[in-house]
């Protein structure tokens, strides 16, 4: 068994769904760290699901960064994928992948 620390997503979310990440075949993987920052002049709403079911719903404020705690720990299995709403949002995510 190894362990592989990866920032499995950093850019902006475009329009309509995202895919932040999707763990491999033989894969698990835990969230390590979600941070998201509005760099808009209007509050934007941030959703994010893990395989398919809503983990997170919340509002960022202009020009605010959020570190989204209530994923941090979680586990993604193989081929299951994290995906997010919330255009213009700049997110970094990072993932420990267990081999």
Not at 38 to 58: E, I
């Amino acid at each position: 068994m190894s362990i592989d620390y990866i920032q499995a997503f950093n850019a902006a979310l475009a329009g309509g769904s995202n895919t932040l990440y999707t763990a491999p075949a033989g894969t698990l993987a835990q969230i390590r760290a979600f941070t998201a920052h509005n760099p808009t002049a209007s509050p934007v709403d941030l959703v994010v699901l893990v395989n398919s079911v809503q983990h997170v719903k919340k509002t960022i404020a202009a020009d605010a960064t959020l570190v989204v705690s209530e994923l941090l720990n979680h586990q993604v299995n193989a081929a299951q994928a994290v995906t997010a709403t919330g255009t213009a949002l700049n997110v970094i995510l990072s993932v420990a992948e267990v081999v």
